[in-house]
């Protein structure tokens, strides 16, 4: 499993990214081509398995995408409204959340308040 993250920035329309901890680098004419572009890279640098992507703006001209390659992925989301299916490593179904008990209140209507009995 391969984890990278790119510092990105906007300067005169281009947006870079350069790798936190790394020598991968791209750079394109706007978010989502620049999202495109290093989930390739990060997929030539290590290609085990499903990919997950999160982009982070932090300022107008500043934000993080995080490329994960492998693990246990179930689908990915690209924010700028790219999304892409990874599949499950190891051919593993994603785990389910168990489902949350609801809390009902039964109150007690009286016949009279319907306006009818079943017993008439």
Sequence with gaps: ?????????????????????GDLE???????????????????????????SSFSTITPSSAVFQVIVGGGGGGAFIGGGAATAAAPA??????????????????EESDDDMGFSLFD
Excluded: H, N
């Design 1 to 21: 499993m391969g984890v990278f993250t790119f510092v990105c920035r906007s300067s005169g329309g281009e947006w870079t990214a350069k790798q936190l901890s």
């Design 26 to 52: 791209a750079s394109a004419g706007s978010t989502y081509e620049l999202q495109r572009k290093l989930v390739q890279v990060a997929l030539s640098a290590d290609s085990s398995g499903g990919i997950q």
């Design 90 to 107: 190891g051919g593993a179904p994603a785990a389910e959340a168990p489902p949350a008990e609801e809390k009902k209140e039964e109150k």
